[in-house]
């Protein structure tokens, strides 16, 4: 499985983003998703995740109620909507493919990784 991040850039604080990222081969709708951040000078750390048919989605405490993981299986696509975004949100987002239908909070838990997508919010 091949991951392709985007929609990353730049945006005020307050402002909105949707990031994107598709994927290759025809096992995506049995992989769980998951989408990690790292802000320079910090550890990756877990923002989101969706289990393989949509039936759970898992948060952060610190994006919960601004962010929302979903997915498309037909076009084998994950995306993550952030809202309100804040400078300390800013980070190199990466969205990541576990070869299991349960999402995990743990990154070593998963199997593939995208390139990432840099979010840069200004104050």
């Known amino acids: 499985v091949q991951l392709q991040a985007s929609g990353g850039g730049l945006v005020q604080a307050g402002g909105s983003l949707r990031l994107s990222c598709a994927a290759s081969?025809?096992?995506?709708?049995?992989?769980?998703m998951g989408w990690f951040r790292q802000a320079p000078g910090k550890e990756r750390e877990f923002v989101a995740a969706?289990?393989?048919?949509?039936?759970?989605?898992y948060y952060a405490d610190s994006v919960k109620g601004r962010f929302t993981v979903s997915r498309d299986n037909a076009k084998n696509t994950v995306y993550l909507q952030m809202n309100s975004l804040k400078p300390e949100d800013a980070a190199v987002y990466y969205c990541?493919?576990?070869?299991?239908?349960?999402?995990?909070?743990?990154?070593?838990?998963?199997?593939?990784w995208g390139q990432g997508t840099l979010v840069t919010v200004s104050s």
């Open positions: 969706i289990t393989w048919n949509s039936g759970s989605t």
């Open positions: 990541a493919a576990r070869k299991s239908r349960g999402s995990s909070y743990y990154s070593g838990d998963y199997d593939y």
């Open positions: 081969g025809r096992t995506f709708s049995t992989y769980a």
